[in-house]
């Protein structure tokens, strides 16, 4: 897949109009692909009907998506626990999906944010395991920057292969995230095992000196912040800096970027550094703020499901944070459904569909209803 | 993971035994891969009308599941066929809409239909994971060959479905390069303006690949669980179909060179479980890491081989056809 | 009773969202007769020849061919009509030879023998030998030339038996002799009964073939006429819809210093092909350099690398003194030399970003765009303001993604921002391309207005009347190199066609 068809992927037009024959007589369909503004409603309208269609599969095994759906939203969102466990879920969501819009910025397919936040993770048990008794001033900032460098490495080994070998992304990124899970499975199984474990299988607890602060003694974990600043970054990159004005031009148009003496290589990889380093940064929050060890499934696919939160925001960072936050909720709500006899894999389901359903919203959106005659 | 069961009896000298070994791999390859190849076959199809393939991952799990479901069910291999068939249909639907009549970002709606297609699949396998499938997959026997040396061990008695996909490649070579609709379909591929001119209709024919193509690429999600592995696990494939994608682009959207990429992927998925088997010290995760690794590495090889050259794309992959478009 | 009009169109409309490309036309064509369509960029020829064949479909009126109303759904239903058109960017697939490309869409036979190939290829070579077209049938169309894919295309709309054949712009990718020969099949063509309509904007062309001409302007069909009731200063009063204003001329100047001198260049184009032949050339203070050749000569590429964008295999360039040592767009923007691509909107603007965007292209970096790491963005709009002022850039504001310009507009942003930059150095590549005659004018004073401030300016066109009237000095390039130059006044169209054909003739000696 080339460069070429990867630009001309993304919904802008170039064209002046198109028609095509209205199925109703007296009506016609018109695409107005000039219009890159997705409007408002699509989101909100793809969740409902992606919602509607998993109502389907639910009442089909037995269970009243009414029940399922209600009892979601009160374990989301109902109590302050589900309330703080979805702000917590929504951390990671946040940073992964902030590290992937800047991704999609340029047309670069980063679907490996999964593998970069357990490489980010792993590095900074890393730090837990072969520097055990630093103090917490040194312990945690080392441990940060362990989780961004990794995260960072593993996005540049997604780069380098399509910057210089024309290798798709997309297959890259995927398969080192199947290269990263071994690796977790290795590490949490072997050396890095815990002799004296627990049910789950994974690496020693992490004493206080390793652990985020958390807020109020909710699980609510200082890698807020980091996701905040994240967005208000993101925010601001592209907004006003040269830097961001430089991607900007690459996603609207690689080849002019080029006449403008911006070496596209050199932009891919910085990107991937960043874009990668964000999701190693959410692997770190995650193991040591919330799991303070690291263990087998730490992650329930945020890299996945961030790919669906940047895509559902149109990357825009206000969308970005509320998309996350929804999706947070939704996990859980996941969770809180397991006790009913549903899978986690309900969520995923859901996900999907409102993916769907936001790609479909986003064309439907640029059809413009004429009535002839 | 099911083991071949070779009927010859133990060799004694050194000679035999490595002819033997190698028989093992070639067949393990082919039951390994064969999943690959009805997936590659259908990407193939799909990408030659100029539409990007990127959910084959959740097509393979949801025609896994589906055949498990109605295997379980039914008891009938051939319902569970057919019923694999038609949800691979129901998805090349949604996604020939989407992409051909929508014109909505062909890779977005490749991730789409991956993540709804694991989702959905683990959904509805739940009830059935781990359980055996009753009856397996007719093994077609050819009794006069099994006197032959080395073909007569690997396809005297190899099942129907590998059987499918020797005639899916040789069909779609013949289709492609001997017919007339095969010209149209790679004139389309790489330029469906002229083909519309010519009179082509490109919209039905990247309606009718994508259908065809998904229906077998569900069909090697079928395979995968009916042949090779004996029952649903949630996210079976395990990187397979995204692996496909990328055998597509090593056969050059050609067919028989996709027989050949996905038996070599085969021999990997099989020959890191023959080195466990060995009794090697190398931990198995390693080991499994190796068809992903390949991968890239194979990739970055032809990267670097064809740079400058033709990649063999259809020049239309990804484009979105417009007749109205004001060149 | 015989209708006298084989193809009549009323009343048609065609409208793109809120663009109307065709008014209320009306358009008739006799048969076996050679009718012109004439009008400038953006008249709205192409646009009325597209729905005669198909690939659009008009928003209102009626077409009939031969006295019938027909409705021409798509590209299918005029070839069953026997209407076949020749585009003016081939339909071609290039990995496909000249035969299968011919037979595309053949419904006969499923199932494609040697036999059968063999009976096919002499049908077409019948065809083709019918009416003087010479093609190689079982090449590959990526490796014919740029004549010989059109008679592939010709044959191609022959073969499906056609015998009302539309031609879109057709000589503007031929050299003088290769559009010579392809009047003279016209002229077979039409003694065998085919009707032939052809658009173009080349009023020279039009005198020489046509029996009627309808000339067009911004989508309205103005007058029909016999070609031996007018001359060409009438039909190019109709065409722009005044007296033709007079054309800018540049005024005597002496050169001054060289700015850039290129020795030797050779760049090799991948896949073997060498695009540029040792070429040398300077170009001066306060003098245009023209280079005239068809394209597809490696003009492209010797633009590409004089603006820093790909590098060359031998030879140096040096601006303003200083050599440069590899290709690199920076010390291109460094060294003030400004470059306006020849696809504005694939390679000089990016669609989606607004005005300011877009102006900011080149000029981003330097401190009164940026300081650390930040863009200025209440000074960059400032001075946004006063360029889109300057250079009369109409747009709906600043922020307006500016593929919804027009491209005279588009034009301009490009220009603005090339011009602003003060360059030393301007190559501009095909400026003029697809502007009507109003925004034309414009680049050409524009041009001519950094010539007069002592700039070099390097400019690459196909439009040789462009070449020749704004430039200093003349080269012209085939297959790579520069197979003649000239000044302005030993310039002469049939000299440069003859270079440009690739044959050399010393002034005063009979070509080779």
């Not at chain 2, 073909?151 to 996909?165: E, P, Q, V």
């Not at chain 3, 000095?473 to 006044?489: D, K, P, Q, T």
Request: with cysteine; glycine share 12%; proline share 4%.
């Amino acid at each position: 897949m080339n460069g070429k068809a990867a630009a001309a992927g993304m919904e802008t037009g170039g064209t002046e109009g198109a028609r095509r024959r209205g199925l109703v007589s007296g009506f016609r369909f018109e695409f107005d692909p000039v219009s890159d503004r997705v409007p408002w409603w699509v989101p909100i309208a793809a969740v409902l009907a992606a919602l509607a269609v998993c109502a389907v599969f639910i009442a089909a095994n037995g269970m009243s998506p009414l029940a399922v759906y209600g009892k979601m939203l009160t374990g989301a969102f109902g109590t302050r626990f589900g309330l703080t466990e979805t702000l917590v879920k929504t951390i990671p969501l946040l940073l992964c999906g902030v590290g992937v819009s800047i991704a999609y910025r340029i047309s670069f397919w980063n679907i490996g944010a999964e593998g970069q936040f357990l490489a980010g993770a792993m590095a900074a048990t890393a730090v837990t395991i072969y520097l055990p008794d630093l103090p917490a001033a040194a312990s945690l900032p080392l441990m940060t920057l362990a989780g961004i460098a990794a995260g960072g490495v593993w996005g540049l080994m997604t780069a380098v292969p399509r910057a210089y070998f024309q290798v798709n992304e997309l297959i890259t990124s995927l398969m080192l995230n199947y290269v990263a899970l071994l690796l977790l499975d290795y590490v949490v199984f072997g050396p890095w095992r815990d002799p004296g474990g627990l049910n789950f299988p994974g690496s020693p607890m992490f004493t206080a000196a390793q652990s985020l602060p958390a807020f109020g003694g909710t699980r609510l974990h200082f890698g807020l912040v980091f996701a905040l600043a994240a967005v208000l970054l993101y925010a601001f990159l592209f907004r006003r800096t040269r830097w961001g004005y430089e991607l900007r031009l690459i996603g609207s148009n690689p080849e002019a970027a080029r006449n403008a003496g911006i070496s596209l290589n050199r932009q891919m990889l910085l990107v991937m550094l960043a874009s990668g380093g964000l999701a190693g940064l959410a692997g770190m929050a995650e193991v040591s703020g919330v799991a303070h060890r690291l263990m087998y499934g730490i992650s329930p696919g945020y890299g996945y499901t961030a790919i669906i939160v940047a895509w559902i925001a149109r990357l825009h960072p206000l969308g970005l944070v509320l998309s996350a936050f929804l999706f947070g909720g939704l996990i859980v709500g996941g969770y809180s459904v397991q006790t009913i006899g549903l899978p986690s894999a309900t969520s995923e389901m859901l996900q999907g569909a409102v993916l769907f359903f936001v790609i479909a919203g986003a064309a439907l959106g640029r059809v413009r209803i004429r009535r002839i005659g | 993971m099911r083991e071949r069961v070779c009927e010859v009896s133990f060799p004694t000298d050194k000679g035999a035994a490595a002819m033997d070994l190698i028989i093992q791999i070639v067949a393990a390859a082919m039951s390994a891969g064969t999943p690959l190849l009805f997936a590659v076959l259908g990407g193939i199809l799909i990408e030659r009308s100029g539409i990007i393939q990127l959910g084959a991952e959740g097509v393979m799990l949801m025609g896994a599941v589906t055949a498990a479901l109605f295997c379980i069910r039914t008891g009938s291999l051939a319902a569970a066929l057919a019923a694999a068939l038609a949800v691979g249909a129901a998805l090349g639907l949604l996604h020939a809409f989407l992409t051909v009549s929508m014109r909505v970002n062909q890779i977005v709606c490749g991730l789409a239909l991956t993540l709804f297609g694991s989702g959905l699949s683990a959904f509805l396998g739940r009830a059935i994971a781990g359980q055996p499938m009753p009856g397996a997959v007719p093994k077609i026997d050819l009794p006069f060959l099994e006197p032959a040396p080395v073909i007569g061990d690997l396809f005297a008695h190899l099942d129907a479905l590998t059987w499918l996909s020797f005639a899916l490649v040789i069909g779609m070579h013949l289709y492609l390069y001997r017919t007339s609709w095969g010209l149209h379909l790679r004139a389309l591929g790489d330029s469906p303006q002229t083909a519309d001119v010519m009179g082509i209709p490109v919209t039905a024919f990247r309606y009718g690949c994508v259908i065809a193509g998904t229906m077998m690429i569900a069909l090697g999600g079928a395979d995968l669980l009916l042949v090779f592995s004996p029952a649903w696990i949630e996210g079976m494939t395990a990187g397979r179909g995204w692996i496909a994608v990328a055998l597509i682009i090593f056969a050059r959207w050609n067919p028989l060179r996709a027989l050949l990429a996905a038996y070599f992927f085969g021999a990997l998925d099989a020959l890191g479980f023959r080195i466990q088997l060995i009794g090697s010290n190398i931990p198995s995760y390693f080991l499994k890491m190796i068809p992903y690794v390949v991968t890239i590495l194979v990739l970055m090889y032809l990267g670097f081989r064809n740079r400058g050259k033709p990649s063999g794309s259809p020049e239309s992959l990804g484009v979105p056809y417009i007749r109205e478009q004001r060149l | 009773m015989t209708e006298p009009y084989v193809v009549e169109m009323r009343g048609i409309r065609k409208q793109f969202g809120s663009l109307v490309a065709n008014d209320n036309v009306d358009f008739a064509v006799k048969a076996g007769e050679v009718h012109a369509l004439l009008g400038e960029n953006g008249a709205g020829k192409s646009t009325l020849m597209s729905m005669l064949s198909g690939v659009y479909r008009p928003t209102a009126g009626e077409i009939l061919i031969r006295g019938r109303k027909v409705n021409i759904r798509s590209p299918r239903d005029a070839l069953a009509l026997g209407v076949g058109m020749v585009f003016q960017q081939f339909r071609l697939v290039q990995t496909l030879t000249a035969a299968e490309n011919i037979l595309l869409g053949e419904k006969t036979s499923v199932w494609r023998g040697a036999s059968w190939m063999r009976r096919k290829m002499d049908e077409i070579s019948a065809v083709a030998g019918r009416f003087g077209l010479g093609i190689t049938a079982d090449r590959p169309v990526w490796q014919m030339s740029v004549g010989e894919q059109q008679r592939v295309e010709i044959v191609k709309v022959l073969y499906r038996g056609a015998d009302i054949i539309l031609l879109d712009e057709p000589t503007s990718v031929l050299t003088p002799g290769e559009t010579d020969q392809l009047f003279e099949t016209l002229l077979k063509l039409r003694a065998a009964g085919k009707t032939i309509i052809l658009t173009t904007h080349k009023l020279r062309e039009v005198m020489a073939i046509a029996d009627r001409i309808s000339v067009m302007r911004k989508g309205r069909m103005l007058k029909t006429l016999n070609r031996l009731e007018t001359n060409e200063r009438e039909l190019a009063q109709l065409m722009v819809g005044r007296a033709a204003s007079g054309i800018v001329k540049p005024e005597a100047r002496a050169p001054g210093k060289p700015l850039l001198e290129v020795e030797g260049l050779t760049v090799e184009a991948g896949k073997g092909r060498t695009a540029v032949r040792g070429v040398s050339f300077t170009v001066r203070e306060g003098e245009i350099v023209g280079i005239a050749g068809v394209a597809g000569n490696g003009q492209s590429e010797l633009a590409e690398a004089l603006a820093g964008l790909r590098e060359w295999n031998a030879g140096t360039i040096r601006v303003c003194g200083r050599e440069w040592k590899r290709a690199s767009v920076r010390t291109a923007i460094e060294s003030g030399v400004s470059h306006v691509p020849e696809n504005r909107m694939r390679s000089g603007l990016a669609g989606s970003l607004g005005i300011v965007d877009n102006l900011l292209l080149k000029s981003y970096r330097e401190p009164e765009r940026s300081r650390f790491g930040l863009l200025r963005g209440r000074r960059n709009r400032e001075w946004a303001r006063s360029l889109v002022e300057r250079f009369d850039i109409r747009a709906a504001g600043l922020d307006t993604p500016v593929r919804q310009l027009s491209g005279g507009n588009q034009q301009k942003l490009l220009l603005a921002r090339e011009v602003d930059r003060d360059p030393m150095l301007m190559i501009a590549v095909h400026p003029t391309q697809g502007l009507d005659i109003g925004a034309t004018e414009s680049v050409h004073r524009l041009l001519l207005g950094l010539r007069a401030s002592g700039r070099g300016v390097l400019l690459i066109s196909e439009d040789l009347d462009e070449v020749m009237q704004l430039s200093d000095r003349i080269l012209v390039m085939s297959g790579g190199a520069i197979v003649g130059e000239m000044s302005r006044e030993d310039a002469d169209r049939e000299r440069i066609g003859l270079y440009m054909a690739g044959l050399r003739a010393a002034p005063g000696e009979a070509a080779s």
